[in-house]
T-cell receptor, first 115, second 112 residues
Framework: DAGVIQSPRHEVTEMGQEVTLRCKPI?????LFWYRQTMMRGLELLIY????????DSGMPEDRFSAKMPNASFSTLKIQPSEPRDSAVYFC?????????????FGPGTRLTVL | GESVGLHLPTLSVQEGDNSIINCAYS??????FIWYKQESGKGPQFIID?????DKRQGQRVTVLLNKTVKHLSLQIAATQPGDSAVYFC???????????FGSGTRLLVRP
């Protein structure tokens, strides 16, 4: 079975440019999460979707960050404009159901470097 | 975010020995715990989970022990192999049902 798919795997861009990260969750999973991981702050939840609807975006750093989930098999995380402090690994994860007792399955991540 | 910064303790073990990775959790009402393994350059990978009504659960070469009295969780890896080298995180549900609180992680190094 294919796991969570993310693209690109690596992105290097210059400050001020727009960055779009993509995620395809595991088929049949109803919940999708975007995380950011840095050495200083560990894994941070950015936004959570359930049945394609954003439920909690309290972790989104600021208005420069936005996320969409137009259908059950695709989500994007956009940063516009990007800044060097956005450099991190961004993970997408999905979960079968919305209940608490369900494991989240992570994608391989996108390593973003903003110069 | 609901996670602790990465000040990683490191456990170094000889190949073939058993490894024990510990985790202290914060919420005595947590009813579910998960162990994740994160290899360099990869996303966290699910290893094993345990419900709070259990004290022990075994998988392939891994065993998770739960001590609710002292809010402690451990992951035991039998006959540790080089491929086990990674950072290991425990996780518990957060205040909201969909959130996971990740521990700070432990780096496991396997010496050949």
């Amino acid at each position: 079975d294919a796991g969570v798919i993310q693209s690109p795997r690596h992105e290097v861009t210059e400050m001020g440019q727009e960055v779009t990260l993509r995620c395809k969750p595991i088929s049949g999973h109803n919940s999708l999460f975007w995380y950011r991981q840095t050495m200083m702050r560990g894994l941070e939840l950015l936004i959570y979707f359930n049945n394609n609807v954003p439920i909690d975006d309290s972790g989104m750093p600021e208005d420069r960050f936005s996320a969409k989930m137009p259908n059950a098999s695709f989500s994007t995380l956009k940063i516009q404009p990007s800044e060097p402090r956005d450099s991190a690994v961004y993970f997408c994860a999905s979960r079968p159901l919305a209940g608490a007792l369900d494991t989240q399955y992570f994608g391989p991540g996108t390593r973003l470097t903003v110069l | 975010g609901e996670s602790v910064g990465l000040h990683l303790p490191t456990l170094s073990v000889q190949e073939g020995d058993n490894s024990i990775i510990n985790c202290a959790y914060s919420n005595s009402a947590s009813d579910y715990f998960i162990w994740y393994k994160q290899e360099s350059g990869k996303g966290p990978q699910f290893i094993i989970d345990i419900r709070s009504n259990m004290d022990k659960r075994q998988g392939q070469r891994v065993t998770v022990l739960l001590n609710k009295t002292v809010k402690h969780l451990s992951l035991q890896i039998a006959a540790t192999q080089p491929g086990d080298s990674a950072v290991y995180f425990c996780a518990e549900p957060g205040a909201s049902s969909y959130k996971l609180i990740f521990g700070s992680g432990t780096r496991l190094l396997v010496r050949p």
